[in-house]
């Protein structure tokens, strides 16, 4: 599976950006899905991740209630909607698939596919 994030740039506090992340092969729909983010300096932080089916979805509390992550399957691509942007949030975003666990998991290691990441900057 190679994975494809895209939708990263400069956008302003308080404003929004949509992260999409494009997987190739037909197995992605059976794959549960993350987003990670890596601050300069700072070790990978899990922020959301879907299960296979869009069904069941889990944030991190850094995010909750300002990010929403979904899928839709049949364009093999899932989405990190982001609003209400703040300074700190800017990082390198990269999307992750795991083939592996039924449940969604949030640990970096346990994620086998990784997208190549796309720079977000928040500016104050």
């Known amino acids: 599976v190679q994975l494809q994030a895209s939708g990263g740039g400069l956008v302003q506090a308080g404003g929004s950006l949509r992260l999409s992340c494009t997987a190739s092969?037909?197995?992605?729909?059976?794959?549960?899905m993350g987003w990670f983010r890596q601050a300069a300096g700072k070790e990978s932080e899990f922020l959301a991740g879907?299960?296979?089916?869009?069904?069941?979805?889990y944030y991190a509390d850094s995010v909750k209630g300002r990010f929403t992550i979904s899928r839709d399957n049949a364009k093999n691509t899932v989405y990190l909607q982001m609003n209400s942007l703040k300074p700190e949030d800017t990082a390198v975003y990269y999307c992750?698939?795991?083939?592996?666990?039924?449940?969604?998991?949030?640990?970096?290691?346990?994620?086998?596919?990784w997208g190549q990441g796309t720079q977000v900057t928040v500016s104050s």
């Open positions: 879907i299960s296979w089916s869009g069904g069941n979805t």
């Open positions: 992750a698939a795991d083939p592996t666990h039924t449940k969604v998991v949030v640990t970096t290691s346990l994620y086998d596919y």
């Open positions: 092969g037909r197995t992605f729909s059976s794959y549960n």
